[in-house]
């Protein structure tokens, strides 16, 4: 399981991510969610909008910190 990308395949889950993703851009935010090593799974499309959506794309299933630009 630790290789496994867990992703959003039930319709409850992807129901959820439309209106928390929604609430968010109302708001002016984008929506990552990670799985629990901290990888992406998804985003909003707002994310899509701001770095572009093959940005984005690119960035699934890597380790979030890729994307934050995390600097230590």
Known sequence: MADEILGCERDESAAALIAV?????????????LDREFRVVHTSA???EMIGADAVRSYQGRPVAQLLVVHT
Request: glycine fraction near 12%; charged fraction near 10%.
């Open 46 to 48: 707002l994310l899509g």
């Open 21 to 33: 993703s929604a609430v968010l851009e109302s708001l002016g935010r984008a929506l990552i969610c």
